[in-house]
């Protein structure tokens, strides 16, 4: 068994999959949509761990996870989504204990330190050691484009400092939320060289939806399994 993931564009995209709702074959993969595990993603903390029984969430008549912005599974043949446009999509894998997970981690969840909490579920639940974890952080919104305003800057910077994390803030108002992670995952003992970071902008790179660039409401696509070959 091995890990599979993808990072998405909008080549391929979220409201076409919801459309379609059929099997579909990315990077070699085939992704049975039945086996698909879709998070309700309201910028929360919250984890949910998977079970068989939640395949095929957010498919059909089967409701989304609640709630969640984040996922883990171990179980064989089952494919986690997040969705996003601007917001970054956080992959953890361990190899050792074939354990995944899939995040979404926008500003809210990122100052929150939903990473953080994904990463201590897999290591009290899954028996996953930190330094056998593997991170890829996904396409985001860079810190040049990402301006909040002050009491968002101020909110962000106080929630990393009382964790006894530094945040990536360019400069006044702005917020790298990609660099931001890295320094969330180094802090629950990731090693450096297992972090990797895509460096694409959604905002700079038309390729990708950004919501702050053309108000989208669709969603690139990013997904993580176990699979048998």
């Known amino acids: 068994m091995k890990v599979f993931s993808f990072f998405g564009s909008s080549a391929l995209d979220y409201r076409g999959l919801?459309?379609?709702?059929?099997?579909?074959?990315?990077?070699?993969?085939?992704?049975?949509?039945g086996r698909l595990v879709i998070l309700d993603q309201t910028h929360s903390s919250l984890v949910h761990e998977c079970s068989e029984s939640d395949c095929g969430a957010g498919l059909g008549d089967h409701p989304q996870i609640p709630v969640a912005d984040?996922?883990?599974?171990?179980?064989?043949?089952?494919?986690?989504?997040?969705?996003?446009?601007?917001?970054?999509?956080?992959?953890?894998?361990?190899?050792?204990?074939?354990?995944?997970?899939?995040?979404?981690?926008?500003?809210?969840?990122?100052?929150?330190?939903?990473c953080a909490q994904a990463v201590k579920q897999m290591f009290t639940n899954y028996g996953c050691r930190p330094e056998n974890i593997h991170a890829a952080i996904g396409?985001?919104?860079?810190?040049?484009?990402?301006?909040?305003?002050?009491?968002?800057?101020?909110?962000?910077?106080?929630?990393f400092y009382n964790a006894g994390i530094q945040p990536d803030l360019p400069r006044?108002?702005?917020?790298?939320?990609?660099?931001?992670?890295?320094?969330?995952?180094?802090?629950?003992?990731?090693?450096?060289?297992?972090?990797h970071l895509?460096?694409?902008?959604?905002?700079?790179?038309?390729?990708?939806?950004?919501?702050?660039?053309?108000?989208?409401?669709?969603r690139q696509i990013n997904i993580v399994g176990i699979t048998n070959e």
């Open 139 to 159: 396409a985001g919104i860079c810190g040049e484009h990402y301006q909040v305003s002050t009491e968002i800057w101020e909110e962000f910077q106080t929630s």
């Open 18 to 33: 919801m459309s379609r709702q059929q099997d579909f074959l990315i990077a070699g993969q085939l992704i049975p949509v």
């Open 70 to 114: 984040g996922a883990i599974t171990n179980i064989p043949g089952q494919f986690l989504l997040v969705r996003t446009a601007d917001c970054t999509p956080v992959i953890l894998s361990d190899e050792v204990s074939l354990t995944v997970a899939a995040i979404h981690s926008g500003r809210e969840g990122t100052r929150k330190n939903i």
């Open 198 to 218: 895509s460096g694409i902008c959604t905002f700079d790179n038309e390729a990708y939806f950004s919501f702050r660039r053309s108000g989208t409401h669709n």
């Open 172 to 195: 006044h108002r702005y917020i790298d939320i990609p660099q931001s992670i890295r320094n969330q995952l180094l802090h629950c003992g990731l090693a450096e060289e297992n972090i």
